[in-house]
């Protein structure tokens, strides 16, 4: 099935724990995202790749880093998860950075950091 | 002030009626307009997009912006139940690898 898969669906982590949360796409999309969405902020940037082997910093990257070692993944790990980032994380992809393209979504990991 | 606007809502309308939804923005040199939808616990999906200044027609939705008041607009007629989403606008300058700028999303729901 073509499109973007996330995992986990849902997660409960300690604080000071390390997490990574995966994102696949199998659409061969040349870019790829990572956002937060919390209730009255909205969705928020945290890292994106404009194509494999390259990152660059969004609106929110603290505490967060990513790698994009081929075009199909792209992970995003928490070091040491605090509680300020309990949120929703969407994966997206398009097929070029910026211009006309479309995201698409994968369906969101929701984690909560106790 | 951030670059894109977007009443956050709730939006609670009757079925059948006409929706408004609109954004401003502060960047001039946003070239694409998009809307995206997004139900409760679902990732968001493309609805509606437009280049430049104009109006787009598809089914039930129309998409206006109106670049001279950076302004953009997506009308909702005869408003379904199903149409009850969350609404996010987006926006992008010319090709320079730059991420979609999105809207903060306004909450619909549509009462039967």
């Known amino acids: 099935i073509a499109g973007i898969t996330q995992a986990p669906t849902s997660q409960i982590l300690a604080a000071g724990r390390r997490m990574t949360l995966r994102c696949t796409q199998d659409m061969r999309h040349n870019a790829m995202y990572w956002y937060r969405q919390d209730l009255g902020l909205g969705l928020r940037l945290i890292h994106y790749?404009?194509?494999?082997?390259?990152?660059g910093k969004g609106e929110v990257p603290d505490g967060y880093s990513v790698s994009r070692a081929n075009t199909d993944d792209f992970p995003l790990t928490l070091a040491s998860a605090v509680p300020s980032q309990t949120s929703v994380y969407f994966c997206?992809?398009?097929?070029?950075?910026?211009?006309?393209?479309?995201?698409?979504f994968g369906p969101g990991t929701r984690l909560t950091v106790t | 002030q951030k670059e894109v606007e977007q009443d956050p809502g709730p939006l609670s309308v009757p079925e059948g009626a006409i929706v408004s939804l609109n954004c401003t923005y502060s960047n001039s040199a946003f070239q694409y307009f998009m809307w995206y939808r997004q139900y409760s616990r679902k990732g968001p999906e493309l609805l509606m997009y437009t280049y430049s200044s104009g109006n787009k027609e598809d089914g039930r939705f129309t998409a206006q912006v109106d670049k001279s008041s950076k302004y953009i607009s997506l009308f909702i007629r005869d408003s379904q139940p199903s149409d009850s989403a969350t609404y996010l606008c987006?926006?992008?300058?010319?090709?320079?690898?730059?991420?979609?700028?999105f809207g903060k999303g306004t909450r619909l729901s549509v009462i039967a």
């Open positions: 790749s404009n194509t494999a082997g390259t990152t």
């Open positions: 987006a926006m992008s300058a010319v090709p320079g690898n730059t991420p979609l700028v």
């Open positions: 997206a992809s398009s097929p070029q950075g910026g211009g006309p393209y479309e995201q698409y």
